[in-house]
């Protein structure tokens, strides 16, 4: 693989189920984040990570949680779908400060379009 | 928090004249200001960027202008092509800063043939 790599790219849920979207990358980035996409919002951050073993929240973090096990993978769970978490989600990684960068152009996975019924 | 607010939210110009899009931000610590494009179904992607120590930055038909005791910086995108429709989204964040870029809502720019 070469980036970053997102998947489901497309899933259909019933809402109360608990969901994972699965994030990878190969850029040995210190810092990857997730945003969800909705139209007429915008990019809105979710969580993000600035190391392994460190996260953060960010702009809309209920009813989502994530986990930074190692420096390639930062997965984002959802522990009960609700409709209102219908949306594109978009994991992304960056340099961060102390990677040779003071400011980290984020480079973006395809998205997972996610719907909850 | 930082808050971005970008103008406007559609955009629909003739193919060859230019297009302008409008951001401002509120936290005056904000020293990092990028463009993304997202074309439909796809990623966003960076276009340009700039830092708070230039004013101005330009990239063949693309340019991004600063404005850091107004808080406002711009797109402008001369001789429009069919490809450059596509929304855009302008974004700021504190250089150092480990909590992310924070986005404008996006500008849908239409190139009408």
């Known amino acids: 693989i070469a980036g970053i790599t997102q998947a489901p790219t497309s899933q259909i849920l019933a809402a109360g189920r608990r969901m994972t979207l699965r994030c990878t990358q190969d850029?040995?980035?210190?810092?990857m984040y997730w945003y969800r996409q909705d139209l007429g919002l915008g990019l809105r951050l979710i969580h993000y990570?600035?190391?392994?073993?460190?996260?953060g929240k960010g702009e809309v973090p209920d009813g989502y949680s994530v986990s930074r096990a190692n420096t390639d993978d930062f997965p984002l769970t959802l522990a009960s779908a609700v409709p209102s978490q219908t949306s594109v989600y978009f994991c992304?990684?960056?340099?961060?400060?102390?990677?040779?960068?003071?400011?980290?152009?984020?480079?973006f996975g395809e998205g997972s379009r996610l719907t909850v019924l | 928090g930082e808050n971005v607010e970008q103008h406007p939210s559609t955009l629909s110009v003739q193919e060859g004249d230019s297009a302008v899009i409008k951001c401002t931000y509120s936290?005056?610590?904000?020293?990092?200001f990028p463009w993304y494009k997202q074309e439909l179904g796809k990623r966003p992607q960076l276009i340009i960027d700039i830092r708070s120590n230039v004013g101005e930055k330009k990239d063949q038909r693309i340019a991004v202008t600063l404005n850091k005791t107004a808080k406002h910086f711009s797109l402008h995108i001369t001789e429009t092509q069919p490809e450059d429709s596509a929304v855009y989204f302008c974004?700021?964040?504190?250089?150092?800063?480990?909590?992310?870029?924070?986005f404008g809502k996006g500008t849908h720019l239409i190139i009408q043939p």
């Open positions: 974004a700021a964040k504190r250089g150092g800063g480990a909590d992310g870029l924070t």
């Open positions: 850029m040995r980035h210190n810092a």
């Open positions: 992304a990684s960056s340099l961060r400060p102390g990677q040779g960068a003071v400011f980290g152009e984020l480079f």
């Open positions: 936290d005056s610590a904000s020293n990092y």
């Open positions: 990570s600035n190391t392994a073993g460190t996260t």
